[in-house]
């Protein structure tokens, strides 16, 4: 079990440039978490899937940040227009559904806007 | 809406003493509380998970009671050691079908020799 992959592992980008952020979850995993760490934030919930269906996006910032998890093998982060406060590591986290809270992470984004 | 309050940042100890990290959480809903644990450069995962009042929870040393009349999930360790060194977040989420965690501010734990 390879755990969950994240892809790429850093990534600079200019301001207003896209960021795609990919994610794998661990095989049988069907709940896919998306968090964004900073130490000034800590660790902030954006978004989560269930079964590939959006469940909850109350953390997302609405214009530029969107998800997608078109199959049960890969969820993406795509942030739009990139600003130098989005620089953070975004962690992407699976869990069996009804485990609630047995997640496990990914080592993570670390994206850079410069 | 949910909320976590983790009191100390940083937490500087000596090898061998106790540890207590502090948490306390907000909820209207009925919840299950989490501590998670995060070393340098590496991911969180999961160090405890409780749900049930006046019941401690242990794992690696490491436990916690849920107090749901004082809404506390404090963190212990009878005795400190180097490789308890790391980043500590308590954490919860509320049991009504929504699975996200919403994570308090973090207690960064320096154990030193």
């Known amino acids: 079990n390879a755990g969950v992959i994240q892809t790429p592992r850093h990534k600079v980008t200019g301001k207003g440039q896209e960021a795609t952020l990919w994610c794998e979850p661990i095989?049988?995993?069907?709940?896919v978490f998306w968090y964004r760490q900073t130490i000034v934030q800590g660790l902030e919930f954006l978004t989560y899937?269930?079964?590939?269906?959006?469940?909850?996006d109350s953390g997302m910032p609405k214009e530029r940040f969107s998800a997608q998890m078109p199959n049960q093998s890969h969820s993406t982060l795509k942030i739009q227009s990139t600003q130098p406060q989005d620089s953070a590591v975004y962690l992407c986290?699976?869990?069996?559904?009804?485990?609630?809270?047995?997640?496990?992470f990914g080592p993570g984004t670390r994206l850079t806007v410069l | 809406g949910d909320s976590v309050t983790q009191t100390e940042g940083l937490v500087t100890l000596t090898e061998g003493l106790p540890v207590m990290l502090n948490c306390t959480y907000q909820?209207?809903?009925?919840?299950?509380l989490f501590w998670y644990v995060q070393h340098l450069n590496e991911a969180p995962k999961l160090l405890l998970k409780?749900?049930?009042?006046?019941k401690r929870t242990e794992h690696q040393g490491f436990h916690a009671t849920l107090h749901k009349s004082s809404s506390s999930f404090h963190l212990q360790k009878s005795s400190a050691q180097l490789s308890d060194s790391a980043l500590y977040y308590c954490?919860?989420?509320?049991?009504?079908?929504?699975?996200?965690?919403?994570f308090g501010a973090g207690t960064k734990l320096t154990i030193k020799p």
């Open positions: 899937f269930r079964n590939q269906a959006p469940i909850d």
């Open positions: 954490a919860l989420s509320a049991n009504y079908g929504n699975e996200k965690i919403t």
């Open positions: 986290a699976s869990s069996l559904v009804g485990r609630v809270g047995e997640q496990y």
């Open positions: 409780s749900s049930t009042d006046n």
């Open positions: 095989s049988g995993h069907s709940a």
């Open positions: 909820t209207a809903y009925s919840t299950f």
